[in-house]
């Protein structure tokens, strides 16, 4: 009895020793024979278990105070233009059970994320593996939606301290319930090897919601292939193509979207009782690319992202709501579909050592592109939430050891010129952030 105890004990101890020294790379981490090797082995029965986390301390500092910053981090209150925060603290458990040929068979994922500002689930999910013909998984739970090649990138390992406003509006929390169906042949020689084709169906509002709200789905297909080095050449290309198809139910005989009206684009109302229980459109189309030297010093790398489409929203917003929007009154309000589009340019050069880079990045999001500068007009059916924005950003990353580093950055906010209120010149919302991030 007591060896028994013993025995029980000595694989509990294990299996709190086994921390991964690896920081995680993208959100969903598709696993496959390269990245499964940081993993301890407890047993074939118990199979393998890691754990690894970081935290972000940070300093801000706006050119304003009460800086409009939700997409830096959040917004300044009304009287500080400067603060201390604790951008992320994340804490993550990977389990993976090996069949008996030692292929991958099951894999779970459970993450937590620790603010100042509370504590709340990110990751919760679990993935099945067949092995008869190696080509498919599932992954069922509370996961990342595979839509383009920014939102698959990690927190941890990403340059720039956020990603692009249209990714923090199109696609709120990254993290959606649904489930994903993977084709990826996984056998040595297989040809296809290299080649992802993700299919999955989500809720749509993720977490920035309590939770469905109507019975519209978002479907979600993106094609990608891993990174292909051109030996001769000296540089590697990846890339993919998105697609999501879903929407948002109608619950009032009332929608709005951009039509001519009196010669001219103007946001137009519909009243029509046929509209009750129609779906407002969200339609994204994108596609992506990313190119890298070979190099391990003085290594240069561009990634270049594209998405266009429809987005359906609010009169004041253009965000997916996380939940059905209504008034100070707690009346319903109508949907407005828009046409956008935008990009992400980032650029990473490696100086030397690959303890430090040099961070250049352009993104824009246009809300509205039926309409520009001082067309947008209030006179129109028109607001902030169809102004673009473009930001420029620029930092140096410095990693002090394997378990540290840190980056100075600078984001160049320009929204464009319109009748708007607030927004007839350029904003004073500009942003500095000094971040460190701290991981095992």
């Known amino acids: 009895m007591q060896r028994v105890k013993n025995k029980h004990l000595a694989i509990i101890t294990l299996l709190f020793l086994s921390f991964s020294a690896q920081a995680q790379r993208t959100i969903n981490d ?8 940081h993993l301890l082995i407890i047993s074939k029965k118990y199979g393998s278990l890691s754990f690894s986390g970081y935290m972000q301390p940070q300093f801000q500092a706006a050119q304003s105070n009460g800086t409009l910053a939700e997409y830096q981090g959040g917004n300044f209150g009304e009287f500080s233009n400067n603060r201390f925060r604790l951008r992320r603290g994340r804490l993550r458990a990977d389990y993976m059970l ?5 292929n991958q068979s099951t894999y779970f ?33 509370l996961s990342g939606r595979p839509f383009g090649n920014e939102l698959q990138l990690s927190s941890a390992g990403r340059e720039a301290p956020e990603r692009g406003r249209m990714s923090q509006i199109l696609m709120r929390t990254e993290r959606d319930l ?40 978002d479907i979600i297909a993106r ?18 193509i998105s697609t999501l198809q879903g929407g948002l139910n109608h619950r009032l005989p009332v929608s709005y979207r951009m039509e001519n009206l009196n010669g001219s684009l103007a946001m137009v109302k519909d009243s029509s009782v046929n509209t009750i229980n129609k779906v407002a459109p969200r339609r994204y189309y994108g596609a992506d690319v990313q190119l890298a030297t070979a190099l391990k010093s003085w290594k240069s790398e561009l990634r270049a992202e594209v998405i266009s489409g429809l987005q359906s929203a609010t ?15 707690s009346l319903a309000l109508p949907y407005y579909t828009r046409n956008f589009n935008g990009a992400y340019f980032t650029f990473v050069q490696t100086l030397n050592s690959t303890d430090n880079q040099l961070i250049l990045k352009y993104d824009w999001y246009d809300p509205n592109a039926k309409v520009a500068g001082m067309d947008i007009s209030a006179l129109k059916g028109l607001t902030a939430a169809d102004v673009r924005f473009d930001t420029f950003g620029f930092g140096f990353l410095h990693h002090f050891n394997p378990h540290f580093k840190a980056v100075i950055y600078y984001d160049m906010i320009k929204n464009e010129s319109t009748q708007i209120s607030g927004y007839t010149e350029d904003r004073k919302d500009n942003v500095f952030t000094l971040r460190t991030q701290f991981y095992f």
């Open 98 to 102: 090996l069949d008996d040929k030692g």
């Open 109 to 141: 994922v459970l993450q937590f994320d620790g603010t100042e500002q509370g504590v709340n689930i990110r990751d919760f999910w679990g993935r099945y593996y067949e092995n008869k013909w190696k080509l498919f998984h599932v992954t069922l739970g």
């Open 315 to 329: 009169a004041t917003t253009s965000a997916t709501p996380g939940s059905y929007p209504v008034d100070n009154k």
């Open 223 to 240: 094609l990608s292939h891993k990174p292909y080095t051109f030996k001769k050449l000296g540089f590697s290309i990846a890339g993919g």
């Open 30 to 37: 598709i696993m496959d024979s390269t990245t499964v090797n």
């Open 178 to 217: 649904g489930a994903t169906f993977t084709f990826n042949p996984r056998w040595k020689d297989a040809k296809l090897k290299n080649v992802v084709l993700d299919l999955g169906i989500y809720n749509g509002q993720g977490l920035a919601g309590p939770g469905e709200f109507d019975n519209s789905k």
